[in-house]
């Protein structure tokens, strides 16, 4: 094996190393996982995980989140969405960041959907 061929091995298995890693689903310490919690106590930036339903679309990239107790707004952008069709009655799980801004209610900024089928 050339000098190359091994290099490039070895650049590929660490990308793919360090792609394994960006897949971690397990708890993050101080993140929010009830909407109640990021109603009364959330704070700017803080990270949560959600699951439950996406009952409506509000505007263009702008939806109401309900964990079947309470509701929220979430900001989701197209690219987000899995590629199978889903609807208000599948549920989902969302990872965001609170977005809570002076004198307005608390959102969540998505970063990743998935379906819970």
Do not use: C, W
């Amino acid at each position: 094996m050339s000098h190359i061929s091994a290099l490039v091995l070895s650049i590929s298995a660490l990308t793919s190393a360090s792609m394994a890693n960006a897949e971690y689903q397990g708890p993050v310490q101080n993140e929010l996982n009830r909407i109640d919690q990021i109603i009364d106590n959330g704070k700017d930036d803080q990270m949560v995980r959600l699951q439950g339903y996406l009952i409506e679309k509000v505007s263009n990239d702008k939806y109401l989140f309900s964990d079947g107790q309470q509701q929220i707004r979430v900001e989701i952008d197209d690219h987000l969405f899995p590629a199978e069709p889903f609807d208000h009655q599948d549920r989902i799980e969302i990872l965001g960041e609170v977005e809570k801004d002076y004198l307005e209610s608390a959102e969540i900024d998505v970063d990743s959907l998935r379906l819970l089928r």
